[in-house]
C-alpha cells in the first residue's frame, strides 16, 4: 500500500503531538512548548522540548528529532506502517482503500489476532482457575509474582484436546487451525495444540497477540513448544518482548538478548525491562536488524553451558557480515550451568548488573574462540589460525570494518608470537626477600655514559621513523614529548628532524604533501624525498597507501624502539666500563642483560620489516 504525502500530511495535523508523548513521557509545560528529561537518552535536566504548532519534538542534548510517526518508530519500535495505523485509528482516520486481495487479506488478519487475543484471555482464566494450581506453583517456585505474571499475560492450557477448541467455537475450527491453536491430522478432528502447559503469550511490536510458548507442566517433551509459522507469527522475524522492550531499552540505551522467555520475565521482574529474546533458534539477520534499531550494541547474554556459548558464537558469525561503524555486538559469559534466571534470583539484580558493566566486544570474543579452537604448537597450525581469522575478516561487508578487522586480528596475531619486551629501565628498585641482606642498587646512567644518545641511534631506524613522521605529520603531536628530546648525530639528517617538527607544530592540520611543499621551500626537499624512497627501511608507516591503524601502531613501535636503543647502549656501555674496571658476579650478569636487551630491540625491529611482509602476504591469502 502506498501512502499518499498529503495522506500523511493530513495526520500528522489530526495528532497532538504533546499528548501522544505524554502518555509515556512526563512534560512540562515552557510558554509556547513543552519540556521533559529526554526518553532517549539519560539526562538530569530537561533538554527535549515538544512543539504542538510545528509538529516536532528536539532534544538539544542528543539530537533526536522527528513527528508523531517518528515517535513510534523510534521510540515505541514500530515498523513504520504499523506506527502509520495506530496514529489513524487514534485520529479517526480511515486507511486509504486497499484493493480486494489486500482489504480480504486484512480482513483475514484482524480475524486471527482476534482468535489469539481470546485465547490469551481464557488461558489467562485458566491459570487463576481451580485448573490452575499446579501452574501457579511452578510460578511461585520461580518466584514470579502475580503481578508480572498479569504484565506477561501468562496462562494455563488445561491437558485436554478440546477445551481451547470449544471456547473459541466461533472462530470456526479452520481460523483456529491457521492461527496454531488447533492441530489439524487428515482423517482426524482437530485438536487443541497446547496441553498441560504453562502459556507465554508473544506479542508483535504494537503488542498483539500473535502466537504462544507453552512450557510443560511436570515431566515431558519437548519442554517448550511454540506455535507454527502462521500468517501472524514468523519466528524468524520475531523477538519477544520486543513490545515492552523497545520503550525501556531507550530509557537505559541499552537491549539485552536472553535465550529463553522465563529469563525475559525474571530479569524484567528484577528491573531488567530491556531484555528480550529469539524464539528457540539462533539469531536471525531480521532480529538483528530490530536489534540495531533499538541499541548499536545489543548485549547477547546467553547461558553459560556449551549450548549457551555455542548460540553466541552462532550470533557473532551471523552478524559479521552486517557489521558497519559504530554497529556491533558484546557478550556477557555467565557461569557455567548458570542463566540469567537463576542468577538474579540467587543474588540480586546487582549481581547481574555488574556482569553487564563490563561486556566483552565482538573482537575479543571471536579473537578468544578462534584461539581456543585447536592447539597452536605448529607452523601449520599457527598458519591455520591465521587463515581463518582473515575468513572471518572477509565475511565483513563494509569496507572500513573490515579493514579495521584485518589490521585489527594482524595485530593480536603479531603480539602473541613476537618477543616483545617492554623498553629497558635504568634503575628499578629491587624487592628483598625476608632476611636478604641489602645492597645498593644499580647507579643511574652517568652524564658521561648519557652521551651516547647523540651517536648510539641507529642511523637507519632513524631515517625510517622520519619518513614515518613526514607520511603521517599527525602523528608528532601525539609524541611529541620523546620527539623532542632526540638529538639526531647527521647534521642534515637532524636539521631536516628539527624542521619537520617545528612545522608539523605550527600548522597540525598539514596532511604529508603539505608537510613536502613546506619543507621544499627550506631547501629540504632532496633529502626529504630520499627518505620516502621505496629501497629505504620497509615498514608500513614508510609505504604509500599503508592502512591507517597498521601505519599508527608500527610508527609507535618504532619510536619506541628509538628511544629505547640509546638507554640500552648507554647503560651497557657504563656496565663494561664499570665491569673492567673492576670484575663481579653481579656487573657480569648486568653486563649479559643489558646485551640481552640490546639483542631484543634489534629484534623488535627486524620484527617490523618482517611484519610489513607479513600484512603484504597475510591480505593476498584475503585476495
Given at each position: ?31 509556547r ?30 539530537g533526536?528529532h ?10 515505541r519500535?514500530l ?33 486471527l ?11 489467562t ?51 483456529l487451525?491457521?492461527?496454531?491453536l ?36 511436570g515431566d ?5 513448544l ?30 539485552i ?15 531488567f ?42 550470533a ?6 552486517m ?31 555488574e ?24 607452523p ?11 575468513e572471518?575478516a572477509?565475511?565483513i ?5 573490515r ?45 658521561m ?14 631515517k ?71 629501497d ?18 608500527d ?12 638507554e ?52 593476498a591469502?584475503?585476495?
Amino acid at each position: 500500500m502506498s501512502l499518499s504525502p498529503q495522506f500523511l500530511d493530513e495526520l500528522r495535523a489530526r495528532t497532538l503531538l504533546s499528548s501522544l508523548i505524554g502518555r509515556t513521557t512526563k512534560l512540562q509545560k515552557a510558554g509556547r512548548e513543552f519540556r521533559a528529561c529526554c526518553p532517549f537518552h539519560n539526562e538530569k535536566s530537561p533538554s527535549f522540548y515538544v512543539n504542538d504548532e510545528k509538529a516536532f519534538y528536539h532534544c538539544f542534548g542528543c539530537g533526536a528529532h522527528g513527528d508523531a510517526i517518528r515517535w513510534m518508530t523510534d521510540q515505541r519500535g514500530l515498523p513504520f506502517m504499523d506506527a502509520v495505523k495506530e496514529l489513524v485509528q487514534a485520529a479517526g482516520m480511515e486507511m486509504p482503500a486497499m484493493d480486494r486481495q489486500s482489504a480480504e487479506k486484512a480482513e483475514r488478519a484482524k480475524g486471527l489476532h482476534e482468535a489469539c487475543a481470546d485465547a490469551a484471555t481464557w488461558f489467562t482464566e485458566q491459570l487463576n482457575g481451580l485448573a490452575g494450581a499446579e501452574a501457579r506453583n511452578i510460578l511461585e517456585r520461580r518466584a514470579i509474582r502475580a503481578d508480572t505474571a498479569k504484565a506477561f499475560g501468562l496462562g494455563f492450557a488445561p491437558d485436554s484436546r478440546g477445551k481451547l477448541k470449544e471456547a473459541l467455537k466461533e472462530f470456526g475450527d479452520p481460523m483456529l487451525v491457521e492461527a496454531g491453536l488447533l492441530i489439524s491430522v487428515e482423517g482426524k478432528e482437530p485438536y487443541d495444540r497446547f496441553r498441560g502447559r504453562l502459556m507465554i503469550p508473544i506479542r508483535d511490536p504494537r503488542g498483539r497477540t500473535i502466537a504462544f510458548g507453552g512450557r510443560i507442566i511436570g515431566d515431558g517433551e519437548p519442554k517448550y513448544l511454540n506455535s507454527p509459522e502462521t500468517p501472524l507469527f514468523d519466528k524468524g522475524r520475531t523477538l519477544y518482548n520486543l513490545d515492552r522492550a523497545a520503550p525501556a531499552s531507550r530509557k537505559t540505551g541499552r537491549v539485552i538478548v536472553v535465550e529463553g522467555y522465563m529469563d525475559v520475565i525474571a530479569l524484567a521482574q528484577a528491573g531488567f525491562g530491556e531484555a528480550v529474546a529469539p524464539l528457540g533458534t539462533a539469531l536471525t539477520e531480521a532480529q538483528l536488524e530490530r536489534l540495531w534499531r533499538l541499541s548499536d550494541v545489543p548485549i547477547l547474554c546467553f547461558d553459560g553451558d556449551s549450548a549457551g556459548q555455542k548460540a553466541a558464537m552462532r550470533a557473532a558469525h551471523r552478524a559479521l557480515p552486517m557489521l558497519a561503524p559504530g554497529r556491533s555486538l558484546s557478550f556477557v559469559t555467565l557461569p557455567e550451568g548458570v542463566d540469567p534466571d537463576d542468577l538474579v534470583r540467587a543474588k540480586g539484580p546487582a549481581a547481574f548488573e555488574e556482569l553487564l558493566r563490563t561486556p566483552q566486544p565482538l573482537v575479543d570474543r571471536l579473537w578468544s574462540h578462534e584461539l581456543a579452537a585447536e592447539p597452536l604448537d605448529t607452523p601449520e597450525q599457527k598458519a591455520g589460525l591465521k587463515q581463518r581469522l582473515n575468513e572471518l575478516a572477509q565475511t565483513i561487508a563494509d569496507d572500513g570494518v573490515r579493514i579495521e578487522y584485518q589490521a585489527e586480528f594482524r595485530r593480536r596475531f603479531e603480539d602473541l608470537y613476537a618477543r616483545v619486551r617492554e623498553p629497558f629501565r635504568p634503575f628499578q628498585p629491587v624487592k628483598r626477600k625476608p632476611g636478604q641482606k641489602w645492597k645498593a642498587p644499580d647507579p643511574p646512567v652517568s652524564e658521561m655514559a648519557k652521551g651516547v644518545r647523540a651517536t648510539g641511534i641507529d642511523r637507519i631506524l632513524a631515517k625510517a621513523v622520519l619518513a614515518g613522521l613526514i607520511r603521517h605529520p599527525a602523528e608528532i603531536a601525539r609524541h611529541m614529548e620523546v620527539l623532542g628530546s632526540l638529538k639526531l648525530a647527521d647534521g642534515a639528517l637532524g636539521r631536516l628532524f628539527e624542521a619537520v617538527i617545528d612545522v608539523a607544530v605550527e600548522d597540525q592540520a598539514l596532511d604529508s604533501d603539505g608537510l613536502l611543499t613546506i619543507l621544499a621551500k627550506s631547501g629540504f626537499d632532496i633529502i626529504a624525498t630520499d627518505l620516502l624512497r621505496p629501497d629505504q627501511l620497509s615498514c608500513s608507516f614508510t609505504q604509500k597507501g599503508a592502512e591507517p591503524a597498521r601505519a599508527r601502531a608500527d610508527l609507535d613501535e618504532a619510536i619506541a624502539i628509538l628511544v629505547a636503543r640509546p638507554e640500552v647502549d648507554a647503560a651497557l656501555a657504563e656496565a663494561t666500563a664499570t665491569l673492567k674496571a673492576r670484575y663481579s658476579d653481579e656487573a657480569f650478569e648486568r653486563q649479559v642483560s643489558l646485551v640481552k636487551e640490546q639483542q631484543a630491540l634489534d629484534e623488535r625491529l627486524a620484527n617490523l620489516v618482517q611484519a610489513n611482509e607479513d600484512a603484504r602476504a597475510f591480505s593476498a591469502e584475503g585476495n
